[in-house]
């Protein structure tokens, strides 16, 4: 099994800063694409970033300019810096993952973390 562990959320204020880390574990043959989701209460679960093996990434218009996705494949890590936070961007984030399991290629599946819980507000 693969697995997921995400962390490095918390209480912010307006304008702070957070950097949420993820790191894969487990029978990995390879990671794809990684990238990080956010559900606020009564919304709709949001794509907030991208980035593929070759780190291009994408972002969500709302988070463009303020979030940063990086990726460190030798440590199979996701990373989501998080500057000039507004209280909007409170939600549970959750990393994913697009892995091919070492005992199961050719089958890549997405793998999600537990979500780590970021609140911003004054």
């Known amino acids: 099994q693969v697995q997921l562990v995400e962390s490095g959320g918390g209480l912010v204020q307006p304008g702070g800063s957070l950097r949420l880390s993820c790191a894969a574990s487990?029978?990995?043959?390879?990671?794809?694409?990684m990238g990080w989701y956010r559900q606020a209460p009564g919304k709709q679960r949001e794509l907030v970033a991208t980035?593929?093996?070759?780190?291009?990434?994408k972002y969500a218009d709302s988070v463009q300019g303020r979030f940063t996705v990086s990726r460190d494949n030798a440590k199979n890590a996701v990373y989501l810096q998080m500057n000039s936070l507004n209280p909007e961007d409170t939600a549970v984030y959750y990393c994913?993952?697009?892995?091919?399991?070492?005992?199961?290629?050719?089958?890549?599946?997405?793998?999600w973390g537990q979500g780590t819980q970021v609140t911003v507000s004054s």
């Open positions: 994913y993952a697009r892995v091919e399991d070492r005992r199961a290629v050719n089958t890549v599946v997405t793998s």
């Open positions: 980035i593929t093996k070759d780190r291009n990434t």
């Open positions: 487990g029978s990995i043959f390879n990671i794809y694409t």
